[in-house]
């Protein structure tokens, strides 16, 4: 590590982008106790028009600052008229053709409830953004908790980094649910992926678009022992008149295109996920740079953290991540910004409350870095309300 405490020998860029709000420096984020927010305005629940600054608490858990956090009873999000602008407000991403594609299919298996038209025989439900052209949000004031619906946390499992929307859910135990997975959230998604939350973070590329996505999906389904005749006929009814819409709106339905091979080419590095990481790199390949860790040590390192038994040896086994994080902050003066992120995203990944914290102060930063300000808004969402719950409905 010792390479890493002197300056990187690579020529600097200007950053045009601010890091964060105005006069914000990475100072904020590392190197104070709190940063004032107390006239920002809060982006949990808000839409393009909304601030994307990050409140830092360096010596708080981000669970018990919101245990009673305000931004839980603020307005939702304004509906649009137009659906898609209306999903775009309340998740901050656009959703691609094939997603409504797949809606109109499915509206033709049941015309009064599409989202339901999979949940008999197949055990899928369409959630997340389906929600919204199901018109499940209209007039829903309150949820169970009784405060006001946070579409960023809706059907937001626990390891889905904000890269990552749920569209699909199953009645599995494991959890199962499928989700568009973009790099940029002012790109098209990268592909669609699923996750057991249940068993792992593993996030598994499973085509393009949904209808490959499904499609994989049954074909894992009827390979089970346990489905009597008349229900696997179903299934494969179900799976032909798929396989027809997709021919027909030219979907393809490979596991893996060449879209997805060319981003593969781009990825910068794996990530405990699995699905990958990219960032944009200049000419002279500044813009990442690895964690200089093995996977398996990292994973040691923080397994160290979260099994402490006691707090002086949680900050003891904490000393060997904050070394990292240091890094980092060279990292970033030097505008490779890929580090915090896989740094922040492996963290993520492995999970735990005692690793929030740090988590809370690398990935809103890398984000705001890279100019994805709406994955900011998420994460820091998502962590106030980190949730291993089967039902994660805000609708509710």
Not at 134 to 158: C, E, M, Q, T
Not at 334 to 343: A, K, S, T
Not at 362 to 381: F, T, V
Request: with cysteine; glycine share 6%.
């Amino acid at each position: 590590m010792d390479d890493h405490e002197q300056p990187a020998k690579k020529k600097k860029k200007t950053v045009v982008e601010e890091p964060t709000r105005k006069g914000a420096t990475i100072s904020d984020f590392f190197g104070k106790k709190k940063v004032d927010n107390k006239d920002e305005e809060d982006v949990s629940d808000g839409g393009p028009g909304t601030s994307s600054g990050a409140a830092v608490f360096l010596n708080s858990s981000p669970k018990e600052d919101a245990e009673e956090s305000p931004d839980e009873d603020l307005d939702i999000p304004l509906s649009p008229e137009d659906v898609k602008e209306n999903i775009k407000r309340k998740f901050l991403v656009e959703m691609p053709e094939d997603f409504y594609d797949f809606w109109e299919f499915c509206k033709s298996k049941n015309s009064k409830h599409p989202e339901d038209a999979m949940s008999k025989d197949l055990g899928f439900q369409l959630v997340g953004p389906y929600d919204i052209l199901a018109g499940k949000h209209k007039n829903v004031k309150k949820n169970r908790r009784g405060k006001r619906p946070n579409f960023l946390l809706h059907w937001r499992y626990y390891y889905d980094p904000p890269e990552f929307q749920t569209v699909v859910k199953s009645d599995d135990k494991n959890l199962f649910h499928l989700g568009y997975f973009r790099d940029d959230p002012a790109e098209p998604p990268a592909f669609v992926a699923s996750n057991k939350a249940a068993d792992s973070y593993i996030i598994s590329p499973k085509g393009d678009n949904i209808f490959a996505a499904i499609k994989l999906a049954i074909d894992e389904r009827l390979k089970s022992k346990d489905i009597d005749a008349s229900k696997k006929k179903k299934m494969q009814n179900f799976q032909e008149d798929l396989q027809d819409s997709a021919k027909n709106k030219n979907y393809s339905l490979d596991i893996k295109t060449k879209r997805m091979k060319d981003r593969d080419k781009k990825s910068v590095c794996k990530t405990f996920h699995g699905a990958g990481m990219v960032v944009p790199l200049d000419e002279n390949e500044v813009g990442y740079r690895e964690v200089p860790e093995e996977p398996a040590d990292l994973k040691k390192m923080f397994k160290a953290v979260v099994e402490a038994k006691t707090e002086s040896d949680q900050d003891k086994m904490m000393e060997a991540v904050q070394e990292l994080v240091t890094l980092v902050q060279f990292a970033n003066d030097e505008c490779d910004y890929g580090e915090g992120l896989e740094l922040g995203l492996d963290l993520f990944s492995y999970g735990g409350e005692p690793l929030h914290t740090t988590i809370s102060h690398l990935l809103p930063l890398a984000y705001q870095l890279l100019g994805r300000h709406e994955y900011s808004q998420i994460i820091e969402a998502h962590l106030k309300r980190r949730s291993r719950s089967a039902n994660l409905s805000e609708l509710e």
